[in-house]
């Protein structure tokens, strides 16, 4: 299931997803250099888990793309709604 609208979606989010990208990018320079600079334990877990959360969220920004693709799609073509949300929680499932 793929919509014609999907480039048109992902369009609008692409703006917000490069910057989380490249400040992802910094964080993991960032965490590189921590690690050569022998921080802490403490401070090198909590730059992961910010890492993490910065990945997570380009994720969940990339099925919010999925979902309202395969919904316009249902919409429009006609598709049910339950396949429209099993395909979507199909991508969710893997974050």
Do not use: F, H, W
Request: glycine share 4%; charged share 25%; aromatic share 2%.
């Amino acid at each position: 299931m793929v919509s014609t609208t999907n480039a048109e979606i992902l369009e609008k989010a692409m703006p917000d997803l490069q910057m989380r990208l490249r400040r992802i990018e910094g964080q993991a320079r960032g965490l590189q250099r921590m690690l050569e600079e022998r921080r802490s334990c403490e401070d090198v877990v909590t730059q992961v888990a910010a890492l993490k959360a910065a990945v997570e969220q380009v994720g969940l920004t990339m099925v919010a793309c999925l979902l309202e693709s395969a919904v316009r799609q249902a919409v429009e073509q006609g598709v049910s709604t339950d396949e429209a949300v099993s395909y979507a929680k199909k991508y969710l499932n893997q974050l």
